[in-house]
């Protein structure tokens, strides 16, 4: 694995410590909200265009600090709904991918948090290669902001679902979700703004207590432990009573509730007895579950269930009132759906 190391820059930096830094170069505090404007509201690709700092200061961060943009390499569109996934080069050269998801009066990102996944999930392609490096919170508003410019629109929802675990980087993860939610950045709303993870525990407990309003969703794909263990190999050592345990004290510490992703694989998460302990577990729970179709995925044994399961799937857990919904499918023609991004470039891939 890498080290964004010095290659992020100041794109590393959450508020605080660009405060932090502002302080120690003597400098007033509110040189800190000049800067975060000049970096994510208006995304200057250099400390120059910074024109109402003073010009020894713009100098002096320029030593300490790279200031990158990412570099769009590639661009493709959906012949079938406009969605539009992009792969950007970072500063180091590693690369990332981003989904555009308009309809007619939202438009949707789906950003990464890290280059590459260590969680191994059978049904994603992002962690074939493995981890390269988690990215910084920088990092992550400027997908956010590269994509609104692309539409020439606003953005108003964001999810952490791209690339990486969002939990197994949590520090920067919320300090990109905080520039993002921040006047001073792209100013979305609280709730607008997603965190998708695997089931990390301790991740959940320490989300549940941040002030912020953001949302929750987790990867769940079983609700049989042999089965989960099986799809979700980076979560194995978590039961999946203790992740129920801590969604529950979620809804009751946050008062939102949660939502579950389910992927449906043939033959192995769509069973009968798959349905039984799905409801089981989701009974009595504030929590919503999105049933999701399973994608085509390079190297994977696993094939899609047909349609009428994920109905089944939504009848049976409304018996027992849970609400469900089917996911429609984005960007599939361009591999943009769940679990398809790669960070590859298709001159890579042949045709």
């Known amino acids: 694995m890498s080290d964004a190391g010095e290659a992020v820059g100041i794109k590393g930096l959450a508020r605080h410590q660009i405060a932090d830094l502002v302080a120690e170069l003597g400098q007033p505090s509110f040189r800190t909200g000049q800067i975060v404007r000049w970096l994510y509201a208006r995304g200057v690709t250099s400390f120059e265009e910074m024109t109402d700092l003073p010009g020894d200061l713009r100098a002096r961060l320029a030593e300490r600090l790279p200031l990158s943009v990412p570099r769009l390499v590639d661009r493709q569109m959906s012949r079938l709904d406009g969605t539009r996934k992009y792969l950007f080069e970072l500063g180091d050269?590693?690369?990332?991918?981003?989904?555009?998801?308009?309809?007619?009066d939202r438009l949707t990102v789906c950003f990464s948090t890290q280059a590459g996944c260590a969680m191994g999930c059978a049904f994603c392609a992002t962690g074939a290669s493995g981890l390269v490096r988690d990215l910084g919170p920088g990092e992550m508003v400027?997908?956010?902001?590269?994509?609104?410019?692309?539409?020439?629109?606003?953005?108003?929802?964001?999810?952490?679902?791209?690339?990486?675990e969002p939990f197994a980087n949590y520090a920067a993860t919320l300090a990109g979700l905080r520039f993002m939610n921040s006047p001073e950045g792209l100013g979305i709303g609280a709730r607008h703004l997603t965190v998708s993870t695997c089931g990390l525990i301790p991740g959940i407990d320490r989300f549940s207590r941040e002030p912020e309003q953001f949302t929750l969703a987790v990867s769940l794909h079983s609700a049989v432990q042999r089965t989960r263990d099986r799809l979700m190999?980076?979560?194995?050592?978590?039961?999946?009573?203790?992740?129920?345990?801590?969604?529950?004290?979620y809804a009751d510490r946050t008062g939102r509730r949660p939502s579950f992703e389910y992927a449906l694989a043939d033959g192995v998460n769509d069973t009968d007895a798959e349905i039984a302990a799905l409801c089981d577990y989701c009974a009595g729970m504030l929590v919503h579950v999105?049933?999701?179709?399973?994608?085509?995925?390079?190297?994977?044994?696993?094939?899609?269930?047909?349609?009428?399961?994920?109905?089944?799937?939504a009848r049976r857990?409304?018996?027992?009132?849970?609400?469900?919904?089917?996911?429609?499918?984005?960007?599939?023609?361009?591999?943009?759906?769940?679990?398809?991004?790669?960070?590859?470039?298709?001159d890579a891939e042949g045709p």
């Not at 050269?93 to 007619?104: C, K, Q, R």
């Not at 400027?142 to 990486?164: I, K, P, S, W, Y």
């Not at 361009?334 to 679990?339: L, P, S, T, V, Y």
Request: charged fraction near 25%; include cysteine.
């Open 93 to 104: 050269g590693v690369a990332i991918e981003t989904v555009g998801l308009p309809t007619s």
């Open 142 to 164: 400027d997908q956010v902001r590269l994509v609104a410019d692309d539409f020439g629109r606003r953005v108003t929802n964001a999810v952490a679902m791209g690339q990486g």
């Open 233 to 249: 190999p980076g979560v194995r050592g978590m039961p999946l009573t203790a992740l129920k345990t801590a969604l529950v004290d």
């Open 290 to 313: 999105n049933l999701i179709p399973m994608n085509p995925v390079d190297g994977s044994d696993l094939a899609r269930s047909a349609e009428a399961r994920a109905q089944v799937f």
């Open 317 to 346: 857990l409304a018996e027992v009132g849970v609400e469900a919904s089917v996911r429609a499918e984005r960007g599939a023609d361009i591999d943009a759906a769940c679990g398809q991004l790669r960070q590859r470039r298709r």
